[in-house]
């Protein structure tokens, strides 16, 4: 990813932007309880951001476009969910699946 620093997967790792610009950033959880996710700008909730899925079996997916600068800090955030959200890690078949993933594309 070019522009972005992201040196670890695992689940509260923050994503550093190192080029300021106009960023889009689609996110996708599989979660397996009703949830609300957040994607967070240097500890804060971005406005508009919040997307929720009313039921454990949906898919929850959310599109912001943001204006960040050089070392902001994003992170996806459980934000206002009832409890914990578990990730559904083998559904539709018998192998492990990719629960959740962010998606991050500079346009200008």
Partial sequence: ?????H???VPTAPITIVNAGTYAIIFSVS???PNQF??????????????GSGAGTQQNTGLSILTLG??????LVNHSSAAAVGLA????????NVSASVLIERLA
């Fill in 1 to 5: 990813m070019l522009g972005v620093t």
């Fill in 7 to 9: 040196s670890v997967i």
């Fill in 31 to 33: 979660g397996t309880e």
């Fill in 38 to 51: 957040t994607l967070y700008i240097n500890g804060a909730p971005a406005p508009s951001t919040t997307y």
């Fill in 70 to 75: 050089t070392g902001d800090i994003i992170t």
């Fill in 89 to 96: 890690s083998v559904v539709g078949g018998t192998e492990a």
